[in-house]
T-cell receptor
Framework: DAGITQSPRHKVTETGTPVTLRCHQT?????MYWYRQDPGHGLRLIHY???????DKGEVSDGYSVSRSKTEDFLLTLESATSSQTSVYFC????????????FGPGTRLTVL | AQTVTQSQPEMSVQEAETVTLSCTYD???????LFWYKQPPSRQMILVIR??????QNATENRFSVNFQKAAKSFSLKISDSQLGDAAMYFC????????FGQGTRLTINP
C-alpha cells in the first residue's frame, strides 16, 4: 500500500467554522489530489497540486482552498464550513501526473451540522 | 467534458460464478487511461486494474480482466470465480489530464 495518511479520519463541526484536513505521504510523489465522495456522484476532484506551492482547481473547488508547503503534505481548508460540504474526503497521490495511476488515502468523513 | 457512465447501480452474483460490470465513457481524446477501483466497506479505494488506451490487448490481473472496446468507448470488468471478499463498490475511472469517476456499481456476493 502507498504510504498515505489522512487526518483527522472523522470530524463533526458546525456551520461557519473553519476546517482543515491534512494529507501526508511518504512516497515522495510529485502530484497530490483532493476529492470528495457523495452518493450518486462517485468521486469529484476539488483541487490538486503538481509540486510544492503549485496548485490548481478541480471541478468542485468553490468553498475550498489548498496549500502545499512541503512535498509530503497537502492541506485542504474549508474557510467557513457549510452543510453541503458534509462528505467523505479522499486524498490521492501520483508520481507522473496524467500518465500515472493515482493511489488513495483512507478518507476523512466530515459532518457539518 | 469527459464523462463516465456505469449503468448498473447494483449487481449480485453467486459465489464462484462470473460477473461482468459495465462502463462506458465519452471522450474526444485518443490517448488516455482507464481504471477500475474497488471500495470495500472500509472505504479504502483500491486499484483493481488499469488499461492504456493505446494497447489493444485487454488487461488481466488474476481473476479480474477487462473487455476494452475503444471504438465503442466501453470498458467492462469481468470477475471470475467470485469470492465473498469481492463484495464492494466498484468504480470505473477515465484519465486523460484528470481522473473522472463513474457513479459506481455495488456488487453483492451471495454465498
Amino acid at each position: 500500500d502507498a504510504g498515505i495518511t489522512q487526518s483527522p479520519r472523522h470530524k463533526v463541526t458546525e456551520t461557519g467554522t473553519p476546517v482543515t484536513l491534512r494529507c501526508h505521504q511518504t512516497e515522495n510523489h510529485r502530484y497530490m489530489y483532493w476529492y470528495r465522495q457523495d452518493p450518486g456522484h462517485g468521486l469529484r476532484l476539488i483541487h490538486y497540486s503538481y509540486g510544492v506551492k503549485d496548485t490548481d482547481k478541480g471541478e468542485v473547488s468553490d468553498g475550498y482552498s489548498v496549500s502545499r508547503s512541503k512535498t509530503e503534505d497537502f492541506l485542504l481548508t474549508l474557510e467557513s464550513a457549510t452543510s453541503s460540504q458534509t462528505s467523505v474526503y479522499f486524498c490521492a497521490i501520483s508520481d507522473r501526473g496524467s500518465t500515472d495511476t493515482q493511489y488513495f488515502g483512507p478518507g476523512t468523513r466530515l459532518t457539518v451540522l | 467534458a469527459q464523462t463516465v457512465t456505469q449503468s448498473q447501480p447494483e449487481m449480485s452474483v453467486q459465489e464462484a460464478e462470473t460477473v461482468t460490470l459495465s462502463c462506458t465513457y465519452d471522450t474526444s481524446e485518443s490517448d488516455y487511461y482507464l481504471f477500475w477501483y474497488k471500495q470495500p466497506p472500509s472505504r479504502q479505494m483500491i486499484l483493481v486494474i488499469r488499461q492504456e488506451a493505446y494497447k489493444q490487448q485487454n488487461a488481466t490481473e488474476n481473476r479480474f480482466s477487462v473487455n476494452f472496446q475503444k471504438a465503442a468507448k466501453s470498458f467492462s470488468l469481468k470477475i471470475s470465480d467470485s469470492q465473498l471478499g469481492d463484495a464492494a463498490m466498484y468504480f470505473c475511472a477515465y484519465r486523460a489530464q484528470k481522473l473522472v469517476f463513474g457513479q459506481g456499481t455495488r456488487l453483492t456476493i451471495n454465498p
